[in-house]
């Protein structure tokens, strides 16, 4: 069955109802009941007397929202030092990783010089800091 013909159905469906039971829903309201409405409704109910409560907040009530705040802020800094801890071990690996390799490596002044992207003041600072290791490493030794 399509839907225009269910849509025929329900028509003539409708139409024996009208005609067995008429349009006429049944419910009628009384002539101008609404028209004072408002002024029977405040006679019926009860003259009562509303006085306010005085409530006063508990302590918790008025700590709360400082105690959620602290908490937050507790741990936005745990997350911050569990994140910093982190990076920052990894830096310091590959910070030191990479100083190992300069200090085993003899020939990085002679790399550095022939491709010219260092100047001479690294040079040099590069060689007294070699020059100190190898004096730090002497007396170690001793």
Not at 11 to 23: A, M
Not at 98 to 111: F, Y
Request: proline residues 4%.
């Amino acid at each position: 069955m399509t839907f225009v013909s269910q849509i025929g159905v329900m028509k003539q469906e409708d139409s024996t109802i009208f005609d067995k039971y008429g349009k006429d829903p049944g419910f009628k309201v009384p002539e101008n009941y609404f028209n004072d409405f408002n002024k029977r409704m405040a006679e019926m109910l009860p003259d009562v007397e509303i006085t306010p409560i005085d409530i006063k907040p508990t302590m918790w009530q008025r700590v709360k929202p400082l105690a959620y705040m602290a908490a937050m802020f507790a741990g936005v800094w745990c997350m911050m030092s569990v994140f910093s801890h982190f990076t920052s071990t990894n830096t310091m690996n590959s910070v030191s990783a990479v100083a190992e390799k300069l200090n085993d490596d003899k020939n990085n002044v002679e790399d550095f010089i022939m491709s010219g992207s260092v100047s001479d003041y690294d040079i040099i600072s590069y060689e007294d800091s070699v020059a100190m290791s190898n004096e730090d490493d002497a007396e170690d030794n001793n």
